[in-house]
């Protein structure tokens, strides 16, 4: 067995908790897994909530030994829709359904499912999994009634009661940050210190030092001693923000703060106890990281305790009407800007935008809109995009996807590169995300300033 996995001026104040329509935990069909030979000859894995996760880490519901396999190789889930599908998770061997390689496809019954040397058949069953979902449409400043995200709600409810190490996944834009600084705030450490560190911001060569400290002298130009933040949070919270950029060399230091509780700080002979509650963030899947050896599977493993996906605006176009008014309700606007800005007919609209910027992308737009006191139409909507006309059909919904949001990034970026003359810091600020999130676009696509 699988293991447990309006009105239009009406504002929304930030911390409000709505009672949502139904407070029944939503049902996904229930799927078998069943394997065809070798070590899962005459073994069946059923799941016990929307998916099941597949490799040989101990992480995963379905644990094989087979030395094809990949730790983190696929994983089975069921979407919105009730539709399942199979996705690779960076696997050296790859997954293949029916003989065919694949980076994620939609599964039907008595399709076989090729994981490294092994094979297993889908089996859709009758019975449905309950998921638990929040009985109320916000965390703390966090709103949304669809279910990706009220289960998102009630995994951090339970995180915020528990002093359990927390990590968050995600798109970039999606409100990672915002739930960290919540988890502090609604947790027993509230009254302690919050540190953030945005591991991708800081240069490697001061990383360490900034995690833990250096005596005077450590290195040159450690002119004075320095407390690093897992000291200066004693008591509270450690946010590590984009913990993915994380480098080789520190990940072993900072598996010994997660499993010791204590830290030496650069040039110390010895280390000191710390009393501090890690949440971690990336927008990578660090199961992909860890099968091609760029993050430790000892690391993720006492940093994956707990992990929380916040899904993007796309998964949940009907929240952004909630969420553009409360991004409205924190503006100073003149009464006629509000209401046209808060029309039906215009929040209708902005859920026609896919968001690739998510929340953060949605609220630059809000900005724009009332510095010129006017309800724009979403950048990203475009109603007759010319670029879909050559959409090729005959490859998976996936594939497909990828290589336009592929055309999408490296267009936007070299012309606002090109606007910028090169300078990183004044494209990211135009584009309104933050200069390291752009530097991680432009290593993603091969491109340079």
């Given at each position: 067995m699988g293991k447990l996995a309006d009105d239009p001026e009406e504002q929304v104040p930030p911390t409000l908790s709505v009672v949502a329509d139904s407070v029944v935990p939503p049902a996904v069909q229930r799927f078998r897994l069943r394997g065809l030979g070798g070590e899962l000859e005459g073994k069946s894995f059923d799941s016990s909530s929307d998916r099941l996760q597949i490799g040989s880490h101990p992480l995963n519901e379905v644990e094989v030994r087979d030395r094809t396999v990949s730790r983190f190789h696929c994983e089975v889930f069921v979407d919105r829709d009730g539709r399942a599908w199979v996705k690779d998770l960076g696997s050296r061997n790859g997954t293949r359904v029916n003989g065919v390689r694949v980076r994620e496809a939609e599964l039907q019954e008595g399709m076989v499912l090729r994981v490294g040397q092994l094979e297993l058949v889908f089996t859709p069953l009758a019975e449905r999994n309950e998921l638990p979902v929040a009985p109320v449409t916000s965390f703390g400043t966090l709103v949304g009634s669809s279910v990706p995200l009220r289960t998102a709600f009630a995994q951090l409810a339970k995180a915020a009661a528990k002093d359990v190490t927390v990590l968050l996944t995600g798109e970039s834009g999606t409100g990672k940050s915002e739930a960290a600084e919540l988890l502090h705030e609604q947790s027993g450490r509230a009254g302690k210190p919050l540190r953030v560190v945005d591991c991708a911001a800081v240069p490697a060569n001061l990383l360490e030092s900034e995690l833990f400290g250096h005596e005077r002298g450590a290195f040159t130009g450690a002119i004075q001693r320095r407390v690093g933040v897992f000291e200066e949070a004693e008591g509270g919270t450690v946010f590590l923000d984009e913990v993915g950029e994380l480098p080789l060399d520190l990940q072993p230091k900072l598996l010994r703060v997660l499993e010791a509780r204590e830290v030496r700080r650069l040039g110390a002979n010895r280390y000191l106890p710390v009393d501090v509650r890690v949440v971690a963030a990336t927008n990578r899947d660090l199961r992909a990281e860890v099968n091609v050896g760029r993050f430790r599977p000892d690391l993720y493993f006492r940093l994956a305790v707990l992990t929380v996906r916040l899904p993007p605006l796309r998964e949940r176009p009907g929240d952004i009407p909630l969420i553009a008014k409360q991004l409205l309700g924190r503006l100073t606007l003149d009464e006629?800007?509000?209401?046209?800005?808060?029309?039906?007919?215009?929040?209708?609209?902005?859920?026609?935008?896919?968001?690739?910027?998510?929340?953060?992308?949605?609220?630059?737009?809000?900005?724009?809109?009332?510095?010129?006191?006017?309800?724009?139409?979403?950048?990203?909507?475009?109603?007759?995009?010319?670029?879909?006309?050559?959409?090729?059909?005959?490859i998976p919904f996936s594939e497909a996807r990828r290589r336009l949001l592929d055309t999408f990034e490296q267009g936007y970026v070299r012309a606002l590169l090109d606007r910028h003359d090169g300078n990183v810091s004044r494209a990211a600020a135009t584009a309104g995300v933050d200069r390291a999130h752009l530097h991680r676009i432009m290593r993603r696509q091969k491109m340079r300033s």
């Open positions: 006629e800007t509000r209401r046209a800005l808060a029309e039906p007919a215009f929040l209708s609209r902005l859920q026609l935008s896919p968001w690739p910027g998510n929340v953060r992308e949605l609220r630059n737009h809000l900005e724009r809109c009332a510095a010129l006191q006017e309800a724009l139409q979403p950048a990203s909507e475009d109603p007759s995009p010319q670029h879909l006309d050559a959409l090729d059909v005959s």
